[in-house]
């Protein structure tokens, strides 16, 4: 029967099978009485509540059943509700701009014609002329794919379009991140420019006369400039010393003698030997610094002459936030003593410490402080201090 329902189907119209189950003696208990019914299978599978058996039409099977909801679906690309992979947002826009970016693949030196752009932006800091250096986040431009650039300098470029045509860019921030050199349509339209645009070609219109701006290369305009004004260009400084002071220099200063025997075995080839001037350096280098005349007495007994220093904030606190130390010095014995301080007005209370100790010990009395005139040391109740106790500094 399936054979011949095939053969009588017609191959352009969808069809099922539908078995109702019958309950008539005559022709058994359980028997199905098959027909065909026309239309498409996702229908009538709904309509009738028995078995569906869909027939093909030669390229596979038609699944039957609810359509998938995507709403409560996980995307796992990013991880979130709504939509699956091949739909993701952010998968097809970092292809999009991945594919972007090999079709325009460009010279870093060559300048785009932006419409879209509200400044000028160069990414060479030595084509701007009287540039001035931006502060951190002094101005700070907002990219297409929503990123901030912070510019480094803002300055002056002088573009040469043609021999009668020169465009000068004010206020041009340099932005070294950038891969293409930016101009800002609107900013020339305000100063006066006009613009056409025909067969994939810019034009500058100035006094009647088109003349040729840009031309569109990977879907940008690019600007056919003729020079930049300002262009840095890597020169050789020529020195202008003599061929024998220059190995003279380089061999370490070595003696006449010394490089006259290398001429000599032919390691080095000088004409001029015998005009070898007097070299500065050496000169400085054999000179000797005269004798002190004076020299330091040191204090005749202990306590008669103390050094203060104090030395912080340091880098690395020590174990119980101390950033400081203070030193004290006997002028006599050489013998010091050393405190850790957390602030650096804690001089005062460690010098009291210090006295305490000292003068105990000793059986002598501190007479005079030497100290570095710091502020440390310059407080009133220092001061007072040290002239209550009878103490010179």
Same mark, same amino acid.
């Given at each position: 029967?399936?054979?011949?329902?095939?053969?009588t189907?017609?191959?352009?119209?969808?069809?099922?099978?539908?078995?109702?189950?019958?309950?008539?003696?005559?022709?058994?208990?359980?028997?199905?009485?098959?027909? *065909?019914?026309?239309?498409?299978?996702?229908?009538?599978?709904?309509a009738?509540?028995?078995?569906?058996?869909?027939?093909?039409?030669?390229?596979g099977k038609?699944?039957?059943?609810?359509?998938p909801?995507?709403?409560?679906?996980?995307?796992?690309?990013?991880?979130?509700?709504?939509h699956?992979?091949?739909e993701?947002?952010?998968?097809?826009?970092?292809?999009g701009?991945?594919?972007?970016?090999?079709?325009?693949?460009?010279?870093?030196?060559?300048?785009?014609?932006?419409?879209?752009?509200?400044?000028?932006?160069?990414?060479?800091?030595?084509?701007l002329?009287?540039?001035?250096?931006?502060? *951190?986040?002094?101005?700070?431009?907002?990219?297409?794919?929503?990123?901030?650039?912070?510019?480094?300098?803002?300055?002056?470029?002088?573009?040469?379009?043609?021999d009668?045509?020169?465009?000068?860019?004010?206020d041009?921030?340099?932005?070294?991140?950038?891969i293409?050199?930016?101009?800002?349509?609107?900013?020339?339209d305000?100063?006066?420019?006009?613009?056409?645009?025909?067969?994939?070609?810019?034009?500058?219109?100035?006094?009647?006369?088109?003349?040729?701006?840009g031309?569109?290369?990977?879907?940008?305009?690019?600007?056919?400039?003729?020079?930049?004004?300002?262009?840095?260009?890597?020169?050789?400084?020529?020195?202008?010393?003599?061929?024998?002071?220059?190995?003279?220099?380089?061999?370490?200063?070595?003696?006449?003698?010394?490089?006259? *025997?290398?001429?000599?075995?032919?390691s080095l080839?000088?004409?001029?030997?015998?005009h070898?001037?007097?070299?500065?350096?050496?000169?400085?280098?054999?000179?000797?610094?005269k004798?002190?005349?004076?020299?330091?007495?040191?204090?005749?007994?202990?306590?008669?002459?103390?050094?203060?220093?104090?030395?912080?904030?340091?880098?690395?606190?020590?174990?119980?936030?101390?950033?400081?130390?203070?030193t004290?010095?006997?002028?006599?014995? *050489?013998?010091?003593?050393?405190?850790?301080?957390?602030?650096?007005?804690?001089?005062?209370?460690?010098?009291?410490?210090?006295?305490l100790?000292v003068?105990?010990?000793?059986?002598?009395?501190i007479?005079t402080?030497?100290?570095?005139?710091?502020g440390?040391y310059?407080?009133?109740?220092?001061l007072?201090?040290?002239?209550?106790?009878?103490?010179?500094?």
């Amino acid at each position: 029967m399936l054979v011949q329902c095939e053969a009588t189907t017609k191959k352009s119209e969808p069809s099922v099978l539908v078995g109702e189950a019958s309950t008539s003696k005559a022709k058994g208990k359980g028997a199905k009485h098959w027909k *065909r019914k026309k239309g498409k299978a996702k229908a009538a599978a709904s309509a009738m509540s028995a078995p569906v058996a869909p027939v093909g039409m030669g390229k596979g099977k038609e699944k039957v059943g609810s359509k998938p909801n995507k709403a409560n679906d996980v995307c796992i690309h990013c991880r979130e509700k709504g939509h699956w992979k091949r739909e993701c947002p952010k998968l097809l826009f970092n292809a999009g701009t991945f594919v972007i970016e090999v079709n325009m693949i460009t010279n870093s030196a060559s300048w785009v014609l932006d419409t879209g752009c509200g400044a000028h932006i160069c990414n060479d800091l030595q084509v701007l002329e009287r540039s001035r250096k931006l502060s *951190r986040d002094e101005v700070v431009l907002k990219l297409g794919d929503g990123k901030a650039v912070a510019a480094e300098a803002v300055g002056i470029v002088h573009l040469v379009v043609s021999d009668q045509v020169r465009i000068e860019l004010k206020d041009c921030y340099y932005v070294p991140s950038m891969i293409k050199n930016i101009i800002s349509i609107s900013l020339l339209d305000n100063v006066g420019f006009e613009f056409m645009i025909n067969k994939n070609y810019f034009y500058l219109m100035k006094n009647g006369y088109s003349h040729l701006l840009g031309k569109l290369h990977n879907g940008l305009y690019i600007l056919q400039q003729h020079d930049l004004i300002m262009t840095a260009q890597n020169k050789c400084k020529m020195d202008n010393q003599e061929n024998a002071q220059i190995w003279h220099a380089r061999l370490g200063h070595i003696s006449q003698d010394r490089i006259k *025997r290398l001429v000599d075995t032919k390691s080095l080839e000088i004409d001029d030997l015998d005009h070898l001037p007097a070299c500065e350096s050496c000169l400085k280098g054999k000179m000797t610094n005269k004798p002190f005349v004076g020299q330091t007495t040191l204090a005749s007994d202990l306590l008669d002459l103390i050094h203060l220093d104090v030395c912080g904030p340091l880098n690395t606190q020590a174990r119980g936030g101390f950033s400081y130390f203070i030193t004290f010095t006997d002028d006599h014995s *050489r013998y010091g003593y050393v405190y850790l301080m957390r602030y650096k007005y804690e001089a005062f209370e460690r010098f009291k410490e210090f006295r305490l100790e000292v003068e105990n010990q000793t059986g002598r009395k501190i007479k005079t402080l030497r100290l570095d005139r710091g502020g440390e040391y310059l407080s009133g109740e220092f001061l007072d201090y040290l002239e209550e106790n009878g103490i010179l500094s």
